[in-house]
């Protein structure tokens, strides 16, 4: 049975600093290998659908609060595939990484035989998640810069709400390192989790074109949110009920991050 302490309330504090530097600094030295795998994929998306598949659409209609509009569907996809890209980078940070050091490596024992709490251990590896991603998003958004394809000035609030993102997948994917016994088991995590949600969330085509139900279903998922608020930002326009939007990652951000840490601690109990 579970133990009601393990579902308390966090208890956190700035002890996770040194955590997440930890982590920085042994990243430092694997930067540069770390960047061009976690970019690589993203923009071979971007290139061959973006520009092979776009050739064959032209542009895409979409229904904004100033009504029909048509865009190019390099942009389109562009301001979808950046908000997956940060799903992508979270997620397997706060899953083999973090699951290395924990299960593999036993850094997190070691870690918590200083005066470090596992509290503060858990939101370390979520905030360091929560920066590989932007990280990596920052690098695409560069290329993105580079290629054309938005010059908005509004890209520039991206950023922050790419980080709610990270923040908000990587709780969700630490609570399935706290269940994982092996690297084997978050093959579950993306195959019945994140991938269809690349596709129900507006990704790769508008999601005017899904059934009502699966629609209404959808609209609800991190990542519909994430786009929701970004797309219109590489589109020179403000998102609509961006309140809404970020409540909504809020929730799953606050809800996963205290499920995460109450199956932490009881895995760490035994």
């Not at 093959?187 to 507006?202: E, V």
Request: hydrophobic residues 55%.
């Amino acid at each position: 049975m579970s133990n009601p302490s393990h579902w308390s309330v966090p208890r956190l504090s700035m002890r996770w600093w040194p955590v997440f530097q930890r982590n920085l600094l042994v990243w430092k030295k694997l930067a540069l290998p770390s960047l061009v795998g976690n970019i690589a994929e993203p923009l071979m998306w971007l290139v061959a659908f973006g520009y092979g598949m776009g050739a064959l659409v032209g542009q895409v209609s979409l229904s904004t609060p100033q009504g029909q509009q048509a865009v190019p569907y390099i942009l389109f996809l562009a301001s979808g595939s950046i908000c997956m890209s940060a799903m992508n980078a979270a997620s397997f940070e706060a899953l083999y990484s973090a699951f290395s050091r924990m299960h593999v490596q036993k850094t997190w024992d070691g870690i918590m035989n200083a005066p470090v709490r596992l509290d503060d251990v858990v939101l370390a590896e979520m905030l360091w998640a929560a920066f590989k991603a932007l990280f990596t998003v920052l690098a695409i958004l560069g290329v993105m810069l580079a290629l054309g394809i938005s010059h908005s000035p509004k890209l520039l609030l991206v950023l922050p709400v790419l980080l709610v993102a990270g923040i908000t997948f990587s709780c969700i994917a630490l609570v399935f390192n706290a269940l994982a016994q092996g690297y084997d088991f978050f093959t579950y995590y993306f195959t019945l989790f994140l991938t269809p949600m690349m596709f129900l969330s507006g990704v790769f085509f508008p999601r005017e074109q899904l059934p009502g139900l699966v629609r209404a279903i959808s609209e609800w998922l991190p990542l519909t949110n994430a786009v929701a608020l970004v797309r219109p930002l590489f589109m020179d326009q403000w998102p609509d009920r961006p309140l809404v939007h970020l409540a909504v990652l809020a929730v799953y951000a606050v809800g996963a991050f205290w499920v995460a840490l109450a199956l932490t601690r009881k895995r760490f109990a035994k």
